[in-house]
């Protein structure tokens, strides 16, 4: 296994090819060392990075916070204190989208349960999101994507 080519690797963590580059390119990954016909070869350390990486991806977490929490791996005597922080930072953000999102729902039920189910030119939802003030979704704020 200490021999896997880019394919091999993609297959097994489920990473496209793509982005196991893009990954090195940006420095996630390390560069790997190739063959004689430059072929990229990896091995089980680059497995298991890898592994965390889309693990980490899987859980909405941003490039860079993978990056710090990569380079705090790095270091298995130093404190846990700044992994906690970076999570706290994300679930703080998840808890914001899942807050708009519930606000989002309640809005557009509403629009529905106002509905007659009847012509275009007399439809309350097509009316509410032609004129905003009617709808009343100024707690509703953007989502920050």
């Not at 999102?101 to 939802?125: S, V």
Request: hydrophobic residues 35%.
């Amino acid at each position: 296994m200490s021999d896997l080519s880019i394919g091999e690797l993609s297959r097994r963590v489920h990473v496209k090819v793509p982005t196991i580059r893009y990954y090195e390119q940006i420095g996630l990954l390390p560069p790997p060392p190739r063959t004689e016909g430059r072929q990229r070869r990896y091995g089980p350390a680059e497995l298991d990075r890898l592994g965390f990486i889309r693990h980490a991806r899987d859980l909405g977490f941003e490039i860079e916070a993978i990056r710090e929490l990569l380079g705090l791996s790095e270091q298995p005597d130093g404190p846990c204190e700044p992994a906690d922080q970076i999570v706290t930072r994300h679930l703080a953000a998840v808890e914001r989208r899942i807050a708009h999102l519930t606000a989002l729902r309640t809005e557009l039920r509403r629009m529905l349960k106002t509905c007659d189910h009847g012509q275009i030119r007399e439809c309350r939802i097509i009316q509410v999101l032609g004129d905003h003030e009617l709808c009343g979704a100024d707690h509703i704020v953007p989502a920050q994507v």
